[in-house]
């Protein structure tokens, strides 16, 4: 069985391909491609489950307001919604683990 593939180019800063050389270096991917690859699979997860945090982190990450965005999240999940969001997201951690993991 083959698996069909796209070629997609894609330029990036010098320290994100730095950072891509070091995990393929460090043994976390075998390859820039593969890592890659797996960070668009997990972008495209995050929205295919519906999870309105997660959709909202992604948009601030993105610099993309509006509806779905992290500022009007209190509009569409209450405080308990956000809670089991993030512990599904990171099963086992503190905030301050969240916090600490999010920022790097």
């Known amino acids: 069985m083959t698996t069909k593939s796209m070629l997609v180019q894609v330029r990036m800063p010098p320290r994100l391909v730095e950072a891509l050389d070091r995990l393929a270096k460090e043994g976390l991917y075998t390859s820039r491609s593969e890592a890659i690859l797996d960070a668009v699979r997990r972008l495209a997860l995050a929205y295919e489950r519906k999870d309105p945090l997660r959709q909202s982190i ?41 916090i600490s993991e999010v920022r790097r």
């Open 58 to 98: 992604i948009r601030k990450y993105l610099g993309r307001p509006g509806k779905g965005s992290i500022e009007n999240v209190g509009e569409v999940l209450n405080p308990e919604e956000i809670t089991q969001s993030l512990e599904q997201a990171f099963p086992g951690k503190s905030i301050d683990e969240i």
